[in-house]
């Protein structure tokens, strides 16, 4: 089974930096796609980053040149540095990956973890 576990989510005043991180594990063939979405309070899940490659990345128009994801192939791991926090930022925010596992590809979520952003 595949399991990808998050952190790194928390309190910041507007203006500060968080990263997060999600790594998975299991029985693990391949890794095609990792990004990271976000859910606010009455409001749809969102994309906010996606990652193929090193240079093949896309971001939502609201993060771009305040959010850097990265990924680590070797740990499985995706990151997402986030700077210069508005509260608007404030959300649940879910990694997702594309894993292809004992011959079957799927999307697997996170758990969620916590983002707010104080005024």
């Known amino acids: 089974q595949v399991q990808l576990v998050e952190s790194g989510g928390g309190l910041v005043q507007a203006g500060g930096s968080l990263r997060l991180s999600c790594a998975a594990s299991g029985i693990i063939s391949s890794i095609n796609v990792m990004g990271w979405y976000r859910q606010a309070p009455g409001k749809q899940r969102e994309l906010v980053a996606m990652?193929?490659?090193?240079?093949?990345?896309n971001y939502a128009d609201s993060v771009k040149g305040r959010f850097t994801i990265s990924a680590d192939n070797a740990k499985n791991t995706v990151y997402l540095q986030m700077n210069s926090l508005k509260p608007e930022d404030t959300a649940v925010y879910y990694c997702?990956?594309?894993?292809?596992?004992?011959?079957?590809?799927?999307?697997?979520w996170g758990q969620g973890t916590q983002v707010t952003v104080s005024s």
């Open positions: 997702n990956y594309y894993i292809v596992s004992i011959g079957v590809g799927q999307w697997y």
């Open positions: 990652i193929r490659s090193p240079e093949s990345t």
